[in-house]
Structure formats: structure tokens, C-alpha cells
């Protein structure tokens, strides 16, 4: 048996063509949809995901304005920027690529700016609405994840869902995403005991860990039939690759994302979507 590819780039694909008549609907009514990038630092890796960023806002009609900021920038400094975005009324969304350098407080960033702008949902005010149900902006790699799901036509209701994450970033958003939906969730990470007694019974597995000297999710590891979400974006032998061997894994699984090609491109439509979301916020137009 050999299971289903989820398609990454053309369910993104799909989400933008929306987000490109939906900003393109918001500019006839005069808001001109902006984001505010944020990069800090020397990262190539973070250097490429804003530049990706950038790209994709480009291809749907968005406005980028770009802060390159040097790695010794102090908190003080980046929080004044941070003030003067929330206070631009011709940028809509914020985005400050994470990791910070040490020096910098990530929290004490996140949370100046504006919910209303919080393209990332990661403020306090957007995450505590997603707990409780109520979140217009939501972060973008677990939304895209839904968006997935959604695209596949996979009801969740019922499933035993086993993450292998608990960030702020992934694990602890998405968790309460996929309890909307009537799942029974799992919240794996680096201290679970006996990781593979959970992964083996879970119907569908999340998985983000992204360094495979310490985990490789394997085809043992996995039941017949399981939906495997591959959300890592690391280097193996060499390549770009997740926490399995696609190829391997999909063998057993129903469904899986590739990596590169799997949630990668959906998290970037989903940042899109929540830019174009809060452009309609700043005029009243709703979501
Ligand atoms: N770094 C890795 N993923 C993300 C993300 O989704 N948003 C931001 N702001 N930084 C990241």
C-alpha cells in the first residue's frame, strides 16, 4: 500500500488565488494591503524565509516594507520600531522573524504588537482568543495544517492525534485547533517517555522537531493507514528534509506531507490570508 501525498504547494495555491481577489476587492474600497517585516541579524535560514515571505506577498498584490535590523540592536531599540509599525497606518501586519538574538526579550517583542496587526497570532490577546475559541488572527503553521486537513476532506473528529511539538509557534496553537475540531490531542516533546507507544496508536501524527541526530520518525513507528504531517524543515545527508524519510513513511501511512513541498509554502499562503485579514480589520470591512 502506498498512501496519498498531501500537496503543500497546491493547496497553497489555492489559498492564494483567494487571498489575491480578496486584496485585490479590499484595494478598490482604498486600503492598499502592507506588511512590515522584521528580520534581525545574519540568519540565511531566517534571511530566506522573509525573502520568501516577501515573494509571495508580491505575487497576491500585498505591500512589503522590509526592516533589516544589525544583530546587536538593543531591546529598546527594537521595541521603538515595533511602536512605530503598530503606529504606521499604512502597514496592516507585523512580522518580526523569530529567533531573536539573545539580548533581545522575544516575549517582551511579541507582545507590543498590536493584536490587531499580529499577522504571527502569537501575541498573548491573539493566543488567549485561540484558546478560547474566538481567534480572527491565528498563527500560520498550524492554521495552514487545518488548511490542509480541510483541503483533504480529513474529519478530525474522534482521532487520536498524537504532536510531537509544544511550542508557542506550533504545538500549543495547534492543539487547541484540532480540539475544535473534536479531536483527542496528545502533546508529545523532549522528556516523553517511551515517545513510540504513543506514535504507534496515534491515527494521525504531527510532527516538528527538525534535528535528526536526536529523532527520525520511522515506519515502525507508525500503525497501517496512519496520516503522517511532516512540519520540520531541516538538512539530512545533505538535503532538505523533515523528521521522516517521505518515501519511507509513505508506504504505510494514508496520507503524508513531503518536506520540501508539504506545510512549508500552506504556512506562507496562511501569513498572506491573515495580512490581507487585518488590512480589512484596519477599515472596519471585518474578515
Ligand atoms: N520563525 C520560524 N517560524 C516562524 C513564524 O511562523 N513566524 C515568525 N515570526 N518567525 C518564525
Do not use: W
Not at 508580491?58 to 512589503?64: L, R
Amino acid at each position: 500500500m502506498s498512501g496519498t501525498k498531501i500537496d503543500g504547494l497546491a493547496v497553497a495555491q489555492a489559498v492564494k488565488e483567494r487571498v489575491k481577489k480578496a486584496a485585490s476587492e479590499i484595494k478598490s474600497q482604498g486600503v492598499n494591503p502592507c506588511l512590515a517585516t522584521v528580520l534581525v541579524g545574519d540568519s540565511q535560514a531566517s534571511a530566506t524565509y522573509v525573502k520568501n515571505k516577501q515573494k509571495a506577498c508580491a505575487e497576491v498584490g500585498i505591500t512589503t516594507k522590509d526592516h533589516h535590523l544589525q544583530d546587536s540592536i538593543s531591546q529598546k531599540e527594537l521595541n521603538s520600531l515595533v511602536d512605530s509599525l503598530n503606529n504606521d497606518k499604512t502597514v496592516h501586519g507585523i512580522l518580526v522573524q523569530l529567533p531573536l538574538p539573545d539580548q533581545i526579550n522575544e516575549f517582551e517583542v511579541v507582545s507590543r504588537i498590536l493584536p490587531t496587526k499580529d499577522v504571527d497570532g502569537l501575541t498573548p490577546h491573539n493566543a488567549g482568543l485561540l484558546a478560547m475559541g474566538k481567534a480572527v488572527l491565528k498563527a500560520c503553521t498550524p492554521s495552514g495544517i487545518m488548511e490542509l486537513f480541510d483541503y483533504y476532506k480529513i474529519d478530525l473528529a474522534g482521532k487520536n492525534i498524537v504532536m510531537i511539538n509544544r511550542s508557542n509557534l506550533i504545538g500549543k496553537p495547534l492543539y487547541h485547533m484540532l480540539l475544535e475540531k473534536n479531536a483527542t490531542v496528545t502533546t508529545c516533546h523532549s522528556k516523553t517517555k517511551n515517545l513510540a507507544d504513543f506514535t504507534k496508536s496515534a491515527d494521525v501524527i504531527i510532527t516538528a522537531v527538525g534535528d535528526r541526530t536526536k529523532f527520525t520518525l520511522k515506519q515502525d513507528m507508525i500503525k497501517n493507514g496512519a496520516i503522517v504531517i511532516d512540519v520540520a524543515i531541516t538538512r539530512h545527508n545533505g538535503k532538505l528534509a523533515g523528521d521522516c524519510d517521505y518515501d519511507d513513511i509513505i508506504k504505510k501511512a494514508s496520507f503524508a506531507t513531503p518536506v520540501p513541498g508539504g506545510v512549508g509554502p500552506i504556512t506562507v499562503a496562511m501569513l498572506l490570508k491573515n495580512t490581507v485579514t487585518a488590512a480589512s480589520l484596519s477599515k472596519g470591512l471585518g474578515s
